[in-house]
């Protein structure tokens, strides 16, 4: 009876741990391919990740660099003895003047006030401040006049009160915009 119990359960224990050896080297190898895929899978996303980026670096550098262009544009025209070429007309009256200079002013920095998204934040506060003292500069000349005097002599007081060469706020802003595309690019 002990004969025929080792006899049926013998090869049962053999195939049991037969088994038992083939499963364990199949889940060992499956592990390790597991593993390996996950890999794989960690690799494809990093290359992924870094394809996305300098994809959107190829398209934010020029509009970058495209918008310090239109920032220094910016500056230029409303740098006094600019925005007087532009601005003036023969036999205008300073009223008229002072109007015509500080829409263009306004004009010009609504049409570039989208290029902030893509410059600092120092250099963009020091781009608003530079429009600003311009606009003040024309402010405080146009004051000294009456509205019905003369352009000319207006535009001559602001050329030669304008700002001081060590205090140009416009000269400061462009200094910041180059410092800025300097440092990033």
């Known amino acids: 009876m002990i004969a ?18 083939m499963l364990y080297f199949f889940i060992k ?7 390996y895929l996950k890999e794989e899978q960690k690799l494809a996303r990093l290359k992924l990740d870094n394809d996305r980026t300098q994809n959107s670096q190829k398209v934010i550098i020029p509009l970058k660099l495209q918008a ?8 230029e025209r ?19 003047f002072q109007s015509a200079m500080l829409r263009n ?15 600092g934040d120092a250099a963009w506060e020091m781009v608003k401040a ?16 009456q509205t019905s005097d003369e352009a000319a002599l207006m535009a001559k007081d602001l050329l030669t009160s304008g700002f001081d060469a060590s205090n140009d ?17």
């Not at 190898?29 to 593993?35: F, M, S, T, V």
């Not at 310090?68 to 500056?75: A, D, G, W």
């Open 29 to 35: 190898g499956n592990r390790h391919q597991l593993e």
């Open 4 to 21: 025929e119990i080792i006899k049926y359960t013998l090869p049962s224990l053999v195939m049991l741990g037969a088994v038992y050896v």
């Open 78 to 96: 409303v740098n006094p003895p600019n925005l007087i070429k532009r601005s003036i007309k023969p036999g205008q009256k300073v009223a008229d």
């Open 68 to 75: 310090y262009e239109r920032m220094v544009l910016f500056l």
């Open 130 to 145: 530079a429009k600003e003292e311009v606009a003040r500069l024309i402010n405080t000349s146009a004051a000294r006049f």
């Open 169 to 185: 706020p416009v000269e400061k802003a462009l200094i910041a915009l180059k410092k800025e595309v300097r440092d990033h690019f």
């Open 105 to 119: 002013i306004r004009e010009e920095y609504e049409h570039n006030m989208s290029q902030q998204l893509y410059i």
